[in-house]
């Protein structure tokens, strides 16, 4: 333990509390967010040295912990993808057997697989409102309150989200073959 | 309601998230109409492939055993900083050194050009008189001594200084192929990149080299870069955009040094303002990953893979040794 934290005052052991509570949480936004392990690891690790800096601003009264919480995250996570946008592969593709397996002109028809490869090329808001609703189950105001958006552009969002999910499947599963790791031009979110 | 208004909330209807006349006027549609019926029936089954997707896909996500330890470590420096009263505006603008990039072919939204442009001309303004400013600097240099990294490019190179805490030392290529005709460097303490391209050929050489807590190589065809296990991925495309700036005069003395080296050798960052944009589209990328240390390694290019690897082995610690006259 660092100077910081070698005398552990109520503070440092709420924040470790709320540390070991919601990391498994954070993580798994992030790394849905962000598709990629190494990003998420250290997103976890920028998502709480931000809540640690700005814990004693936060104030029940204007919503809930979790909702202060997911913004953070996920705000983070959208600046990451803005800052580090290459369209390339995700770095921790999982693969369903070795490398050596797939040609690189293989057409996939793992179901999973497709679907990563459609969310992939969903924008960043599209796919933070996906993942916001369709993982953590997120009311629309809340969703709104965690992206500071109005409630009215979250449902055209996730509207937009799931017919533009919906096309890309019908390229991807369709009879058109694809170069492995080619992404398509992406939306506009709007 | 007609089918165009009722089509835009059939999401936000299975999703229950509608008014109560809302729900009622597309219960009432979806009793005469067909085609809204099966549009229904696809988004509810797509909706749950997401949820199931996605909720399968977080289970296999955990966090490392490490992370509360690694925060740990981070909170204990954020603590300690070796400067305190080190500007904090000084201290946000090493930490947000980056680049443009444009990663989309057609219809997406980016960060506007302009923008761009202003957003990197005051960070390189900001970089720089962090860095010559001789009151700043002497105020921030008799306590905490600046690293100078020297990266190659046309010219001789350039040289880049970065006040405070940097993480790790970043690599240069000591190859690099011919023709490539400028370069754009970001630097803060935890990333380093290193962007080349060559005009004539539409070829680039992105170099990106960032610390990281957790390593882990994605899939693609295994190679190895100078012995260490590493992975090339082909067939990517995509477009980046490079600010050109125009060529820096002599350098001025650094902080260890009485006078200034030829201009040929050096050619530090100073203020100066972007003379012209290229946007360079690709469609034969490649990408090659590796690991030095703690440090993830990445170059993405059009590059023939000969090359990409040529230039992976020959990365070379950038941080030139103070000059002691």
Redesign the interface.
Known sequence: ?????DHPTGDEEHF?AI??QY??LV???A??MLDD??E???A??EI??QV?KALSTFDPEKGAFTTWLYRIAVNHCLSRR??R???????????PSS??EFP??YRSVE??ET??QA?GRL?EKLRAV??L???LDL??AEIAQVLDIPVGTV??R??LA?RT??RE?DSLEGNIPT?????S?????E | MKCPEVTQLLVAYLDNELTLYERASVQKHLERCEACQQELAALAALRSRVSRFLRVRAAQAVPSPQAWSCLQEKLARQASPLLPWFPASLQCLTQNIGRIHQTLTGGAKMMKRGLAFTILVAVLVALAAVAFVPSVRAQVGDLLPFRWFRFGGPGGGVEVSVPGVVEFTPLRPAYLPEGFQAMAVGLNPEVASLNYWNSATNQILMIDQQLVSTKSLPSGTKVTVKGEPAVLITGLEGSVAFVSLPPTPAAPTRPDQDEPRPAQETSPLEPVTASSAETISYTDGKQLIWYVGNVRVSILSNLPVEEMLKVAESMVPAEVEPHHP
Do not use: C, W
């Open positions: 333990m660092g100077p910081a934290l470790a540390f070991q990391k498994n993580y798994k936004t790394y849905l392990v190494g998420a690891e250290d976890l690790q709480f040295l640690h803005r800052n946008r290459l369209f390339t592969v995700p770095l921790d593709r999982v693969a490398p050596a690189p002109d179901d999973e679907l990563r969310l924008s996906v993942i609703r369709y993982y009311p629309y449902k055209s996730l509207n799931l999910l919906r499947l170069a492995r790791h080619v992404p031009p992406r939306e506009v979110a």
